[in-house]
Structures are given as C-alpha cells and as structure tokens.
C-alpha cells in the first residue's frame, strides 16, 4: 500500500504559479514512477506530467509543456509540479499518481498505468 496525499493548490490569476506537492508514504517510493492528472467537472481524468524513478525523465502533455515542471524528492518521498503561466484551463483538481515499477527509465501517461491515487487538490485559475 501506497498513501498519497497533495498539497499546494489554491485560487490564483491567470498568469500567475503554483507549487503542488505530493507526499507519499508506506513503500519504498523509488521503486514508483509518478506521474499528476488533473479533473475538470464533468471531464475524464487526464494526463498531466511523469516522471521515472529517479527522476532522470519526464513526459508533459502538449497542453502544459513548457508551463508546467515535474520534479521529485526521494529522500523526501515527494513528487512536485509547478506551475506557471497558469491559464483558466488548467482550473481542475490535480491528483498525484504512483506505479510500481521495475523500468527505472520508464514514465507512465494514463490512468490505468497507476496502482495508487491521492484524493486530489483544487487548482482554480481566475481570468
């Protein structure tokens, strides 16, 4: 088992940056890539950012490439985004994903790829 849980959304201009923060807890979590999604109401759940074990890859969604920084902390068991360049679109709860894997050069970019989930923190972006 795997606990999740993000921290560091909130209400923030357009243009403006945010910092979210995932901690995890209960495994060895350089045995996990990670990877965010964000929801919109109504909306399917979709791919954000990835990263590999350590922290040596990553993969963006075209929508936030170049806006958006994935990062990690393994000594801190904690996976980071930032945020820049916020845009009303982004406006979503962002989750924070885990998988075990034994590809350390490996990153994951659907839903189904990931064994773990935190509940999610709301990132609402104001035009």
């Known amino acids: 088992q795997v606990q999740l849980v993000e921290s560091g959304g909130g209400l923030v201009q357009a243009g403006g940056s945010l910092r979210l923060s995932c901690a995890a807890s209960?495994?060895?979590?350089?045995?996990?890539?990670m990877g965010w999604f964000r929801q919109a109401p109504g909306q399917e759940r979709e791919f954000v950012a990835a990263?590999?074990?350590?922290?040596?890859?990553?993969y963006y969604a075209n929508s936030v490439k170049g806006r958006f920084t994935i990062s990690r902390d393994n000594a801190k068991t904690t996976v980071y985004l930032q945020m820049n360049s916020l845009k009303p679109e982004d406006t979503a709860v962002y989750h924070c994903?885990?998988?075990?894997?034994?590809?350390?050069?490996?990153?994951?970019?659907?839903?189904?790829?990931?064994?773990?989930w935190g509940q999610g923190t709301q990132v609402t972006v104001s035009s």
């Open positions: 994903a885990a998988k075990f894997t034994n590809w350390p050069g490996r990153v994951y970019y659907t839903v189904n790829d990931y064994d773990y």
């Open positions: 209960g495994r060895t979590f350089s045995s996990f890539a």
């Open positions: 990263i590999t074990r350590s922290g040596t890859s990553t």
